[in-house]
């Protein structure tokens, strides 16, 4: 299995729900990410996990908070959004997050967020 | 401020020449670029990566090509094929790693049969 799957794929919530986003990955990878992407933009990090420990927080609003109950799953749990929050949401994997090791993300299709 | 920076939108080329995407950056720090490729609907795929240690990394059809001086980098696809149609992000991170990785707007590449 070579893939980092997420879901669902598309979500539309409303600003005063409470939703989640889910990421898996079975390679074995101990890194994962969660990046955003707005339309017509590059993606940016927001969190990094490490070992299943949070290790980078890009000063994402805590309308945002991640989870990584073990190490081939990561969450995103949502509340309280606002319509500007409405992007793709990526999760990616590596091997390590270690510093002076070279990989590439693993990235998966993402989940196409709508707040209204 | 954008530290990576992709200026062409778009680049469409005939099948079978050669496809150049370019990619600047500003930050000095950098020292690990990579390519990533990204189909619609789909996640971006890593295709090839360079240190700054070196100015060249060839794989296959796909070779990178790292300026330090001029804070330039570019990807050379020979010869190009319809299937290499897609979006092109050029990244970059300190640190030789892929901890942070900072990402261009990318390049849509369309190969013409």
């Known amino acids: 299995d070579t893939e980092v799957t997420q879901t669902p794929k598309h979500l539309v919530m409303g600003m005063t729900n409470k939703k989640s986003l889910k990421c898996e990955q079975h390679?074995?990878?101990?890194?994962m990410y969660w990046y955003k992407q707005k339309a017509k933009k590059p993606p940016e990090l927001m969190f990094v996990?490490?070992?299943?420990?949070?290790?980078i927080n890009e000063s994402v609003p805590s309308r945002f908070s991640p989870e990584c109950p073990n190490s081939s799953l990561l969450n995103l749990h949502l509340h309280a959004l606002q319509p500007e929050d409405s992007a793709l949401y990526l999760c990616?994997?590596?091997?390590?997050?270690?510093?002076?090791?070279?990989?590439?993300?693993?990235f998966g299709s993402g989940t196409r967020l709508t707040v209204v | 401020d954008q530290q990576v920076k992709q200026n062409s939108p778009s680049l469409s080329v005939q099948e079978g020449r050669i496809s150049i995407l370019n990619c600047d950056y500003t930050?000095?720090?950098?020292?690990?670029f990579l390519w990533y490729k990204k189909y619609p609907a789909e996640g971006p795929t890593f295709l090839i990566s360079?240190?700054?240690?070196?100015d060249k990394n060839e794989d296959g059809r796909f070779t990178v090509f790292l300026n330090k001086s001029a804070k330039h980098l570019s990807l050379h696809i020979v010869p190009s094929q319809p299937g290499d149609s897609a979006v092109y992000f050029c990244?970059?991170?300190?640190?030789?790693?892929?901890?942070?990785?900072?990402f261009g707007k990318g390049t849509l590449l369309t190969v013409n049969p």
């Open positions: 390679m074995g990878h101990r890194a």
């Open positions: 360079i240190s700054s240690i070196k």
């Open positions: 930050n000095s720090m950098f020292d690990y």
């Open positions: 996990y490490s070992y299943e420990k949070l290790s």
């Open positions: 990616a994997s590596s091997p390590t997050a270690a510093r002076g090791v070279n990989y590439g993300y693993t």
């Open positions: 990244a970059a991170s300190v640190g030789g790693s892929n901890y942070k990785l900072t």
